[in-house]
């Protein structure tokens, strides 16, 4: 069954289809949108003035990744795009990765001591590029043909992201003393949380019976595939099985970063919800 | 006047819209107009963005209703943002390429090496002698290199395809 469009989609009334398919939008579009509000605290802080370019270009089209999703949200009627990312002050109508909402580290940007941690930015961010285009590859041919277009989009621009954090890992990771030290930290704190970024949640079977992705099964085979190849050829071992200790984003749960960062990210739009973002 | 005069008129508009931030470029030979269609007195053009999260979309967008407004037999335009097709940077025209070059950045290689590797030429002396800064640049659309030839910085339109 392939789906043309949200009108068709709202003829149809299959009601358990579009249920899995907003679900899956959500996840989609929150994983995008906080890792790039991480990503903007960076601004000014990374270590060079080349990064600071790369980064931020890096941000604001991940930023333009997440306000694809919305914009599919809204033409399914979840109300205004906008709206969907700046008024949901309650975070279990989250559905982001918990990994990714993490603090970047101690203090706030700018002026209040940031001590963010570059070792633990470079790991989240590969970790997550290398899930993104594990999923946008499979996103490319789901049933939702809106969703597919728009995968194909994306991973055209979000493979330039792949090859900048595979580069900054494997250098790092290659280098003596602290670097390779505070990495190896880096790598064991992420995977404590990494499952949440392949996880489909609470609705994973619908989703991936509604042919909108594949299954999680096949998701987290592909990823652990992935981080093994690469490890093999780097001074690494594989961390075992990948975790979800703090629980899965998917279904809600989440961490007092998120709530903070929701908080800091939405305080214009409080103040006044006319204001472009 | 026929629908297919009309058509051209509003394409000969659309060729007064630019990139705001490359005004020797527009929206027509960068690539980004897609299916036009005129029925009565409305026109509804469909835009391809180059990236997702370009801030000039919007700008362009609000270009467009004001060029195709000043045409004086159409009454509605309608201008939206497709996905499909993408946008590609094979589509920018001869044209296009020039105009690039004029402004300093050096096209779009017209095609990738095999395993994916891409050279671009100095768009001031033309060598091929230079080296990547930066694969991201000041826009989402452009890299930063360096002419070792010539010894000038330059920008290059970053390759994207769906390749």
């Not at chain 1, 068709?8 to 009601?15: A, D, F, H, M, R």
């Not at chain 1, 505070?182 to 042919?211: F, Q, T």
Request: aromatic share 10%; proline share 5%.
């Amino acid at each position: 069954m392939k789906i043309t469009s949200a009108q068709e989609l709202n003829e149809l009334k299959n009601v358990e289809y579009k249920k899995a398919l907003i679900d899956l939008l959500y996840q989609l579009a929150d994983d995008d949108f906080i890792i790039s509000y991480r990503g903007s605290e960076w601004l000014g802080l990374v270590p060079h003035i080349e990064e600071d370019v790369a980064y931020s270009s890096i941000t604001q089209n991940t930023m333009g990744h997440a306000a694809i999703y919305y914009q599919l949200l809204e033409d399914l009627g979840e109300g205004k795009a906008d709206d969907i990312a700046h008024g949901r002050a309650n975070t279990s109508d989250w559905k982001n990765a918990i990994l990714l909402e993490e603090v970047n580290g101690p203090g706030n940007w700018l002026y209040q001591d940031p001590k963010y941690d570059w070792a633990f930015t470079v790991v989240r961010n590969y970790f997550y590029e290398v899930m993104k285009k594990i999923k946008i590859d499979s996103l490319k041919n789901s049933s939702y043909e809106p969703l597919a277009q728009v995968a194909i989009k994306v991973r055209s621009e979000a493979l330039y992201h792949l090859m900048h954090w595979r580069t900054w890992f494997n250098q790092l990771v290659c280098a003596e003393g602290e670097a390779r030290r505070r990495m190896k930290e880096a790598i064991d704190k992420a995977w404590k949380d990494v499952a949440g970024l392949y996880s489909l949640g609470p609705n994973r079977d619908a989703i991936a019976k509604a042919g909108l992705i594949e299954s999680e099964e096949v998701l987290k085979e592909r990823f652990i595939a992935a981080i093994k190849e690469a490890f093999e050829k780097l001074p690494l071992e594989f961390p075992g099985e990948p975790g979800m200790e703090r629980g899965d984003g998917r279904a809600g749960v989440h961490t007092p970063d998120l709530k903070d960062a929701i908080d800091t990210l939405s305080e214009v739009y409080r103040l006044n919800p006319a204001v472009p973002w | 006047m026929t629908i297919s005069l009309l058509e051209e008129k509003v394409v000969k508009q659309l060729e007064t819209v630019f990139d705001p931030e490359i005004d020797t470029v527009n929206i027509v030979d960068l690539g980004m107009v897609g299916d036009i269609s005129v029925s009565n007195n409305t026109v509804t053009v469909n835009l391809l963005p180059t990236f997702l999260g370009c801030p000039a979309l919007g700008i362009i967008k609000d270009n467009v209703i004001k060029a195709l407004n000043a045409i004086s037999e159409i009454e509605n335009v309608e201008v939206n943002y497709v996905n499909n097709p993408p946008w590609t940077s094979d589509r920018i025209t001869e044209k296009g390429r020039e105009g690039l070059k004029q402004f300093g950045i050096a096209p779009p290689p017209v095609q990738l090496e095999s395993d994916g590797s891409w050279q671009v030429d100095c768009p001031y002396c033309g060598s091929p002698y230079n080296t990547l800064e930066n694969i991201f640049g000041p826009s989402a659309c452009r890299s930063i290199l360096y002419c070792k030839d010539c010894k000038n910085p330059f920008e290059a339109m970053k390759p994207i395809s769906t390749l």
